[in-house]
Protein backbone atom coordinates (compact mmCIF):
# COMPACT_ATOMS: atom_id res chain seq x y z
CA UNK A 1 0.00 0.00 0.00
CA UNK A 2 2.52 2.38 0.56
CA UNK A 3 4.80 1.17 -1.89
CA UNK A 4 1.78 2.33 -4.17
CA UNK A 5 1.95 6.07 -3.31
CA UNK A 6 5.79 5.75 -4.54
CA UNK A 7 5.11 4.24 -7.48
CA UNK A 8 2.18 6.94 -8.45
CA UNK A 9 4.93 9.81 -7.11
CA UNK A 10 7.59 8.19 -9.66
CA UNK A 11 4.68 7.64 -12.21
CA UNK A 12 3.70 11.12 -12.01
CA UNK A 13 7.59 12.55 -12.21
CA UNK A 14 7.69 10.61 -15.19
CA UNK A 15 5.00 12.43 -16.73
CA UNK A 16 6.31 15.66 -15.95
CA UNK A 17 9.73 15.21 -17.17
CA UNK A 18 8.24 14.03 -20.62
CA UNK A 19 4.66 16.09 -21.01
CA UNK A 20 5.19 19.50 -19.27
CA UNK A 21 8.86 20.04 -19.30
CA UNK A 22 8.71 20.07 -23.19
CA UNK A 23 5.50 22.97 -22.73
CA UNK A 24 7.89 25.06 -20.95
CA UNK A 25 10.52 26.30 -23.43
CA UNK A 26 13.37 28.10 -20.52
CA UNK A 27 15.17 24.64 -21.47
CA UNK A 28 15.93 25.82 -25.12
CA UNK A 29 16.39 29.72 -23.81
CA UNK A 30 19.63 29.41 -22.99
CA UNK A 31 21.88 28.93 -26.04
CA UNK A 32 22.99 25.73 -27.33
CA UNK A 33 22.32 24.37 -23.41
CA UNK A 34 20.11 21.60 -23.45
CA UNK A 35 18.58 20.73 -20.16
CA UNK A 36 17.87 16.86 -19.79
CA UNK A 37 14.89 16.55 -16.81
CA UNK A 38 15.84 13.24 -14.98
CA UNK A 39 13.61 13.82 -12.19
CA UNK A 40 12.55 10.04 -12.19
CA UNK A 41 16.67 9.42 -11.83
CA UNK A 42 16.73 12.02 -8.74
CA UNK A 43 13.56 9.99 -6.85
CA UNK A 44 14.75 6.67 -7.50
CA UNK A 45 18.33 7.56 -5.90
CA UNK A 46 16.73 8.71 -2.44
CA UNK A 47 14.24 5.95 -2.79
CA UNK A 48 17.70 3.68 -2.72
CA UNK A 49 19.43 5.76 0.03
CA UNK A 50 16.47 6.09 2.46
CA UNK A 51 14.15 3.17 1.44
CA UNK A 52 15.70 0.03 0.00
CA UNK A 53 18.16 -0.99 -2.61
CA UNK A 54 15.87 -3.71 -3.83
CA UNK A 55 12.48 -1.79 -4.40
CA UNK A 56 14.41 1.46 -6.13
CA UNK A 57 16.11 -1.06 -8.54
CA UNK A 58 12.59 -2.71 -9.26
CA UNK A 59 11.42 0.99 -9.90
CA UNK A 60 14.15 1.61 -11.83
CA UNK A 61 14.18 -1.71 -14.36
CA UNK A 62 10.01 -0.73 -14.74
CA UNK A 63 10.31 2.73 -15.23
CA UNK A 64 13.42 2.32 -17.53
CA UNK A 65 11.41 0.28 -19.76
CA UNK A 66 8.48 2.87 -19.46
CA UNK A 67 10.76 5.55 -20.66
CA UNK A 68 12.28 3.33 -23.07
CA UNK A 69 8.93 2.52 -24.69
CA UNK A 70 7.37 5.65 -24.63
CA UNK A 71 10.52 8.42 -24.94
CA UNK A 72 13.19 6.64 -27.21
CA UNK A 73 13.55 4.59 -30.52
CA UNK A 74 15.71 1.86 -28.83
CA UNK A 75 14.36 -0.62 -25.99
CA UNK A 76 16.62 -1.75 -22.88
CA UNK A 77 19.21 1.31 -23.17
CA UNK A 78 16.99 3.41 -20.01
CA UNK A 79 16.51 0.28 -18.14
CA UNK A 80 20.02 -0.82 -18.36
CA UNK A 81 21.43 2.84 -17.33
CA UNK A 82 19.26 3.38 -14.49
CA UNK A 83 19.67 0.47 -12.74
CA UNK A 84 23.53 0.61 -13.29
CA UNK A 85 23.69 4.29 -12.06
CA UNK A 86 21.34 3.60 -9.38
CA UNK A 87 23.38 0.69 -7.90
CA UNK A 88 26.80 2.33 -8.00
CA UNK A 89 25.66 5.44 -6.15
CA UNK A 90 23.80 3.04 -3.54
CA UNK A 91 27.19 1.58 -3.30
CA UNK A 92 29.03 4.80 -2.63
CA UNK A 93 26.57 5.83 -0.22
CA UNK A 94 27.03 2.57 2.01
CA UNK A 95 30.51 4.58 2.92
CA UNK A 96 29.33 7.93 3.83
CA UNK A 97 27.20 9.97 6.16
CA UNK A 98 23.98 10.93 4.93
CA UNK A 99 23.17 14.46 5.11
CA UNK A 100 21.97 17.09 2.69
CA UNK A 101 25.09 18.34 0.91
CA UNK A 102 26.43 14.62 0.42
CA UNK A 103 22.75 13.69 -0.83
CA UNK A 104 23.25 16.12 -3.31
CA UNK A 105 26.78 15.21 -4.51
CA UNK A 106 25.56 11.44 -5.26
CA UNK A 107 22.44 12.92 -7.10
CA UNK A 108 25.49 14.57 -9.46
CA UNK A 109 27.14 11.08 -9.39
CA UNK A 110 24.01 9.73 -10.31
CA UNK A 111 23.14 11.45 -12.75
CA UNK A 112 26.99 11.91 -14.63
CA UNK A 113 26.76 8.15 -14.28
CA UNK A 114 23.56 8.06 -15.60
CA UNK A 115 24.15 10.86 -18.69
CA UNK A 116 27.63 9.11 -19.75
CA UNK A 117 26.24 5.49 -19.97
CA UNK A 118 23.04 6.96 -21.98
CA UNK A 119 25.61 8.86 -24.24
CA UNK A 120 27.93 6.08 -24.82
CA UNK A 121 25.66 3.26 -25.87
CA UNK A 122 24.01 5.99 -28.28
CA UNK A 123 26.87 6.93 -29.47
CA UNK A 124 27.89 3.34 -30.40
CA UNK A 125 24.62 2.27 -31.87
CA UNK A 126 25.11 5.31 -34.05
CA UNK A 127 22.02 7.11 -32.36
CA UNK A 128 23.53 10.48 -32.00
CA UNK A 129 26.69 12.05 -33.91
CA UNK A 130 27.39 14.23 -30.61
CA UNK A 131 30.97 15.28 -30.20
CA UNK A 132 32.23 14.74 -26.35
CA UNK A 133 33.38 18.24 -25.74
CA UNK A 134 29.82 19.12 -27.14
CA UNK A 135 28.28 16.62 -24.37
CA UNK A 136 30.28 17.86 -21.54
CA UNK A 137 29.50 21.67 -22.05
CA UNK A 138 26.28 21.73 -22.52
CA UNK A 139 24.57 18.79 -21.80
CA UNK A 140 26.24 17.29 -19.07
CA UNK A 141 26.67 20.48 -16.98
CA UNK A 142 23.04 22.29 -17.47
CA UNK A 143 21.68 18.86 -16.57
CA UNK A 144 22.92 18.48 -13.28
CA UNK A 145 22.33 22.15 -12.65
CA UNK A 146 18.91 21.29 -12.88
CA UNK A 147 18.31 18.08 -11.42
CA UNK A 148 20.29 18.84 -8.62
CA UNK A 149 18.10 21.84 -7.94
CA UNK A 150 15.18 19.78 -8.27
CA UNK A 151 16.71 17.25 -5.53
CA UNK A 152 16.98 19.86 -3.38
CA UNK A 153 13.09 20.78 -3.77
CA UNK A 154 12.45 16.86 -3.08
CA UNK A 155 14.82 16.55 -0.57
CA UNK A 156 13.16 16.88 2.99
CA UNK A 157 9.31 16.01 2.69
CA UNK A 158 10.47 12.74 -0.14
CA UNK A 159 13.57 11.78 3.07
CA UNK A 160 10.66 11.79 5.94
CA UNK A 161 8.40 9.59 3.95
CA UNK A 162 10.78 6.98 2.64
CA UNK A 163 12.04 6.71 6.30
CA UNK A 164 8.68 6.48 7.94
CA UNK A 165 7.63 3.75 5.47
CA UNK A 166 10.43 1.81 5.66
CA UNK A 167 10.66 1.69 9.09
CA UNK A 168 6.98 1.16 9.65
CA UNK A 169 7.35 -2.86 9.42
CA UNK A 170 10.19 -3.01 11.36
CA UNK A 171 8.22 -1.90 14.56
CA UNK B 1 32.65 -2.95 3.95
CA UNK B 2 30.36 -4.95 0.80
CA UNK B 3 32.60 -5.95 -2.09
CA UNK B 4 31.59 -4.08 -5.15
CA UNK B 5 31.02 -7.64 -7.34
CA UNK B 6 30.81 -10.94 -5.78
CA UNK B 7 30.52 -13.67 -8.69
CA UNK B 8 26.57 -13.57 -8.15
CA UNK B 9 26.44 -10.23 -9.09
CA UNK B 10 28.54 -10.44 -11.65
CA UNK B 11 26.31 -13.05 -13.19
CA UNK B 12 23.54 -10.98 -13.04
CA UNK B 13 25.60 -7.98 -14.49
CA UNK B 14 26.83 -9.75 -16.97
CA UNK B 15 23.23 -11.63 -18.36
CA UNK B 16 21.77 -8.14 -18.10
CA UNK B 17 24.57 -6.68 -20.76
CA UNK B 18 23.31 -9.62 -22.67
CA UNK B 19 19.54 -8.83 -22.64
CA UNK B 20 20.26 -5.22 -23.27
CA UNK B 21 22.30 -6.15 -26.73
CA UNK B 22 19.91 -8.04 -27.55
CA UNK B 23 17.11 -5.46 -27.03
CA UNK B 24 18.76 -3.12 -28.72
CA UNK B 25 20.26 -5.29 -31.81
CA UNK B 26 16.33 -6.10 -31.67
CA UNK B 27 14.61 -2.72 -31.63
CA UNK B 28 16.96 -1.82 -34.31
CA UNK B 29 16.25 -4.22 -36.60
CA UNK B 30 12.39 -4.11 -36.05
CA UNK B 31 12.28 -0.45 -36.91
CA UNK B 32 9.26 1.11 -37.49
CA UNK B 33 6.62 -1.62 -36.33
CA UNK B 34 5.77 -1.82 -33.17
CA UNK B 35 4.72 -4.98 -30.96
CA UNK B 36 1.49 -4.81 -29.21
CA UNK B 37 2.38 -4.70 -25.84
CA UNK B 38 4.39 -1.57 -26.65
CA UNK B 39 1.32 0.02 -28.30
CA UNK B 40 -0.73 -0.89 -25.21
CA UNK B 41 1.90 0.38 -22.87
CA UNK B 42 1.92 3.29 -25.76
CA UNK B 43 -1.80 4.03 -25.41
CA UNK B 44 -2.23 3.37 -21.55
CA UNK B 45 0.09 5.94 -20.36
CA UNK B 46 -0.74 8.21 -23.36
CA UNK B 47 -3.95 8.40 -21.61
CA UNK B 48 -2.32 9.61 -18.58
CA UNK B 49 0.04 12.29 -20.66
CA UNK B 50 -3.66 13.44 -22.24
CA UNK B 51 -4.88 14.11 -18.45
CA UNK B 52 -1.43 15.66 -17.66
CA UNK B 53 -1.17 17.29 -20.72
CA UNK B 54 -4.49 19.60 -20.18
CA UNK B 55 -3.68 21.32 -17.14
CA UNK B 56 0.20 21.76 -18.24
CA UNK B 57 -0.63 23.82 -20.98
CA UNK B 58 -3.11 26.12 -19.12
CA UNK B 59 0.33 27.42 -17.14
CA UNK B 60 2.66 27.29 -19.83
CA UNK B 61 0.10 29.55 -22.04
CA UNK B 62 0.32 31.76 -19.26
CA UNK B 63 3.53 32.42 -19.35
CA UNK B 64 3.27 32.35 -23.55
CA UNK B 65 0.54 35.02 -22.75
CA UNK B 66 3.22 37.18 -20.67
CA UNK B 67 5.90 36.76 -23.31
CA UNK B 68 3.84 37.40 -26.32
CA UNK B 69 2.74 40.68 -24.91
CA UNK B 70 6.11 42.10 -24.84
CA UNK B 71 6.52 41.51 -28.37
CA UNK B 72 3.27 42.54 -29.30
CA UNK B 73 4.43 46.06 -30.30
CA UNK B 74 7.45 44.90 -32.39
CA UNK B 75 5.22 42.47 -33.90
CA UNK B 76 2.41 44.81 -35.05
CA UNK B 77 4.77 46.72 -36.55
CA UNK B 78 6.45 44.51 -38.47
CA UNK B 79 2.80 42.94 -39.70
CA UNK B 80 1.55 46.62 -40.54
CA UNK B 81 4.50 46.68 -43.66
CA UNK B 82 3.85 43.29 -44.54
CA UNK B 83 0.02 44.37 -44.98
CA UNK B 84 0.58 46.53 -47.19
CA UNK B 85 1.57 44.22 -49.82
CA UNK B 86 -1.05 41.65 -48.69
CA UNK B 87 -4.03 43.21 -50.94
CA UNK B 88 -1.67 42.87 -54.20
CA UNK B 89 -0.39 39.58 -53.19
CA UNK B 90 -3.86 38.20 -52.26
CA UNK B 91 -5.37 39.50 -55.87
CA UNK B 92 -2.28 37.39 -57.97
CA UNK B 93 -2.92 34.50 -56.40
CA UNK B 94 -6.25 34.78 -56.62
CA UNK B 95 -6.07 35.41 -60.45
CA UNK B 96 -3.43 32.53 -60.55
CA UNK B 97 -5.02 29.54 -58.80
CA UNK B 98 -8.35 30.85 -61.29
CA UNK B 99 -6.01 30.88 -64.37
CA UNK B 100 -4.47 27.46 -63.11
CA UNK B 101 -7.62 25.61 -63.07
CA UNK B 102 -9.03 27.07 -66.43
CA UNK B 103 -5.86 25.38 -67.67
CA UNK B 104 -6.24 22.14 -65.90
CA UNK B 105 -10.29 21.53 -66.70
CA UNK B 106 -8.73 22.24 -70.66
CA UNK B 107 -6.32 19.18 -70.15
CA UNK B 108 -8.84 17.33 -68.04
CA UNK B 109 -6.47 17.44 -65.12
CA UNK B 110 -9.09 18.35 -62.59
CA UNK B 111 -9.94 14.46 -61.25
CA UNK B 112 -6.39 13.67 -60.54
CA UNK B 113 -4.87 15.24 -57.07
CA UNK B 114 -1.88 17.35 -58.05
CA UNK B 115 1.45 15.95 -56.00
CA UNK B 116 0.67 18.77 -53.82
CA UNK B 117 -2.93 17.68 -52.55
CA UNK B 118 -2.99 16.39 -49.44
CA UNK B 119 -6.05 15.79 -46.32
CA UNK B 120 -4.84 17.26 -42.75
CA UNK B 121 -5.39 15.55 -39.89
CA UNK B 122 -4.80 17.91 -36.57
CA UNK B 123 -2.74 16.48 -33.58
CA UNK B 124 -1.80 17.88 -29.98
CA UNK B 125 1.81 16.41 -28.55
CA UNK B 126 1.36 15.06 -25.14
CA UNK B 127 4.96 13.98 -24.84
CA UNK B 128 8.36 14.48 -25.92
CA UNK B 129 11.54 12.86 -25.48
CA UNK B 130 13.42 14.24 -22.22
CA UNK B 131 16.59 13.65 -23.92
CA UNK B 132 18.15 15.70 -27.02
CA UNK B 133 19.46 12.39 -28.54
CA UNK B 134 15.66 10.50 -28.99
CA UNK B 135 14.15 13.56 -31.15
CA UNK B 136 10.52 12.33 -30.84
CA UNK B 137 7.23 13.36 -30.24
CA UNK B 138 4.11 11.53 -28.87
CA UNK B 139 1.06 13.03 -30.61
CA UNK B 140 -2.83 12.03 -29.40
CA UNK B 141 -4.18 11.05 -32.64
CA UNK B 142 -3.40 7.24 -33.53
CA UNK B 143 -4.65 4.20 -35.82
CA UNK B 144 -8.59 4.84 -34.92
CA UNK B 145 -8.08 8.40 -36.14
CA UNK B 146 -6.52 7.12 -39.84
CA UNK B 147 -2.73 7.74 -39.21
CA UNK B 148 -0.02 5.50 -40.91
CA UNK B 149 3.76 5.08 -40.43
CA UNK B 150 5.23 7.67 -42.33
CA UNK B 151 3.13 10.26 -43.17
CA UNK B 152 4.25 13.49 -42.53
CA UNK B 153 4.17 15.93 -40.03
CA UNK B 154 3.78 19.78 -40.19
CA UNK B 155 3.44 23.02 -38.17
CA UNK B 156 1.73 26.24 -39.54
CA UNK B 157 2.90 27.41 -42.26
CA UNK B 158 3.62 24.28 -43.79
CA UNK B 159 7.02 23.88 -42.37
CA UNK B 160 8.31 20.02 -42.15
CA UNK B 161 8.81 19.21 -38.81
CA UNK B 162 8.55 14.98 -39.22
CA UNK B 163 6.95 11.96 -40.14
CA UNK B 164 4.94 9.63 -38.13
CA UNK B 165 7.42 6.65 -36.96
CA UNK B 166 5.36 4.32 -34.83
CA UNK B 167 1.64 4.15 -34.02
CA UNK B 168 -0.96 3.00 -31.50
CA UNK B 169 -4.19 2.67 -31.60
CA UNK B 170 -4.81 6.40 -30.32
CA UNK B 171 -1.63 7.60 -30.00
CA UNK B 172 1.26 7.78 -32.47
CA UNK B 173 4.99 8.65 -32.39
CA UNK B 174 6.76 11.21 -34.57
CA UNK B 175 10.52 10.98 -35.41
CA UNK B 176 11.40 14.55 -36.15
CA UNK B 177 13.80 15.90 -38.77
CA UNK B 178 16.24 16.31 -36.40
CA UNK B 179 16.31 12.77 -35.47
CA UNK B 180 19.81 10.70 -36.23
CA UNK B 181 17.87 7.78 -36.47
CA UNK B 182 15.50 9.28 -39.14
CA UNK B 183 16.60 7.49 -42.32
CA UNK B 184 13.98 8.40 -44.51
CA UNK B 185 15.73 10.21 -47.32
CA UNK B 186 13.40 13.46 -48.09
CA UNK B 187 13.74 14.48 -51.78
CA UNK B 188 14.05 18.42 -51.53
CA UNK B 189 13.84 20.90 -54.03
CA UNK B 190 14.81 24.57 -54.52
CA UNK B 191 12.31 26.31 -56.67
CA UNK B 192 14.11 29.36 -58.17
CA UNK B 193 12.02 32.03 -59.99
CA UNK B 194 14.02 32.58 -63.42
CA UNK B 195 15.95 29.21 -63.22
CA UNK B 196 15.36 25.44 -63.43
CA UNK B 197 14.95 24.18 -60.26
CA UNK B 198 17.75 22.27 -58.22
CA UNK B 199 16.77 18.77 -56.95
CA UNK B 200 18.69 17.16 -54.21
CA UNK B 201 18.16 14.83 -50.87
CA UNK B 202 17.75 15.87 -46.93
CA UNK B 203 20.35 13.23 -45.78
CA UNK B 204 20.60 13.53 -41.70
CA UNK B 205 21.16 15.78 -39.64
CA UNK B 206 24.16 17.14 -37.70
CA UNK B 207 23.87 17.44 -34.40
CA UNK B 208 26.25 19.69 -33.15
CA UNK B 209 25.44 22.75 -35.77
CA UNK B 210 21.78 21.92 -35.66
CA UNK B 211 21.31 22.01 -39.29
CA UNK B 212 20.30 19.10 -42.08
CA UNK B 213 22.30 18.02 -44.98
CA UNK B 214 21.05 18.50 -48.62
CA UNK B 215 23.28 16.02 -50.61
CA UNK B 216 23.32 15.12 -53.99
CA UNK B 217 22.76 18.59 -55.73
CA UNK B 218 24.46 18.49 -59.12
CA UNK B 219 27.51 20.40 -59.14
CA UNK B 220 26.19 23.17 -61.98
CA UNK B 221 23.61 23.72 -59.60
CA UNK B 222 22.89 27.82 -58.87
CA UNK B 223 23.18 27.29 -55.10
CA UNK B 224 23.48 30.41 -52.53
CA UNK B 225 22.85 31.01 -49.03
CA UNK B 226 19.17 32.01 -47.63
CA UNK B 227 17.46 29.74 -50.88
CA UNK B 228 14.36 28.09 -49.38
CA UNK B 229 14.22 24.74 -49.66
CA UNK B 230 11.22 22.15 -49.90
CA UNK B 231 9.88 19.11 -50.26
CA UNK B 232 9.63 18.25 -53.88
CA UNK B 233 7.16 15.28 -53.76
CA UNK B 234 9.19 12.95 -55.88
CA UNK B 235 9.61 10.54 -52.66
CA UNK B 236 7.79 8.53 -50.21
CA UNK B 237 4.42 9.94 -48.84
CA UNK B 238 5.76 13.88 -48.51
CA UNK B 239 3.45 15.84 -50.45
CA UNK B 240 5.23 18.72 -52.43
CA UNK B 241 5.68 21.63 -51.48
CA UNK B 242 6.44 21.44 -47.43
CA UNK B 243 9.23 24.00 -46.57
CA UNK B 244 12.21 22.36 -44.93
CA UNK B 245 14.45 25.37 -43.95
CA UNK B 246 17.00 27.84 -45.72
CA UNK B 247 20.70 26.68 -46.74
CA UNK B 248 22.95 28.62 -44.63
CA UNK B 249 26.42 27.13 -45.99
CA UNK B 250 27.31 25.86 -49.29
CA UNK B 251 29.90 23.43 -49.62
CA UNK B 252 31.19 20.29 -52.40
CA UNK B 253 30.94 17.16 -50.71
CA UNK B 254 33.78 14.82 -49.74
CA UNK B 255 34.49 13.34 -53.49
CA UNK B 256 34.12 16.67 -55.13
CA UNK B 257 30.92 15.28 -57.56
CA UNK B 258 28.24 17.20 -56.19
CA UNK B 259 27.19 19.97 -54.25
CA UNK B 260 26.33 19.90 -50.35
CA UNK B 261 24.40 22.11 -48.35
CA UNK B 262 23.44 23.23 -44.81
CA UNK B 263 19.73 23.87 -44.02
CA UNK B 264 18.47 25.41 -41.05
CA UNK B 265 15.32 23.87 -40.54
CA UNK B 266 12.32 26.50 -40.81
CA UNK B 267 10.29 25.35 -37.91
CA UNK B 268 11.31 25.93 -34.52
CA UNK B 269 11.71 22.07 -33.56
CA UNK B 270 11.67 22.68 -29.72
CA UNK B 271 8.27 24.24 -29.63
CA UNK B 272 5.81 22.53 -30.47
CA UNK B 273 2.46 22.43 -29.71
CA UNK B 274 -0.06 21.80 -32.30
CA UNK B 275 1.04 19.71 -35.32
CA UNK B 276 -0.94 18.50 -38.32
CA UNK B 277 -0.21 15.04 -39.91
CA UNK B 278 -0.53 15.24 -43.66
CA UNK B 279 -2.14 12.35 -45.79
CA UNK B 280 -0.95 13.08 -49.77
CA UNK B 281 -3.89 12.52 -52.41
CA UNK B 282 -1.82 11.83 -54.62
CA UNK B 283 -1.06 7.98 -54.74
CA UNK B 284 1.95 6.38 -53.86
CA UNK B 285 4.84 3.62 -54.04
CA UNK B 286 6.46 3.49 -51.54
CA UNK B 287 5.27 -0.10 -51.18
CA UNK B 288 8.81 -0.84 -53.12
CA UNK B 289 7.23 0.36 -56.48
CA UNK B 290 4.58 -2.35 -56.79
CA UNK B 291 1.38 -0.60 -57.17
CA UNK B 292 0.31 1.39 -60.20
Known amino acids: ?171 | MPSFFSNKKLIVLLTSLIVLIALISYSLKEGTRSTWTEQFVQDVVGGFQYVVNVPARYVAGFFQNVDDINNAYKENKRLKENLADYASVEQENRDLSMQNNELKAQLNLLKDPALSDFKKYSATMIGRSSDQWNQLITLDKGKVNGIKNGMPVITSGRRLIGSISKTGNFTSKVSLISDQQNVNQISAVIENKNSQPVFGMIEGYDQNKGVLLFQKIPIKANVKKGQIVTTSGLSGKYTKGLVIGTITHVTTDQYGLTKAAEVKPAANLNDLSYVMIIERKAQTSSSGGKGN
Open chain 1, 1 to 171: MKQIKVFIFLFLLFLIQGTVMPLFPFSYAWGKAQIVPEFVLVALLMVAFFGSISWGLKYAVLFGFLIDIIYSSVLGVYAFSLAVAIYCAQIISRWVNMNAAMTMLLVVAGVCIMQCEVYVIYLMIGLTDQQPSFFFQWNLIPTILLNVLFAAIIYYPFRRYLERISDGPEK
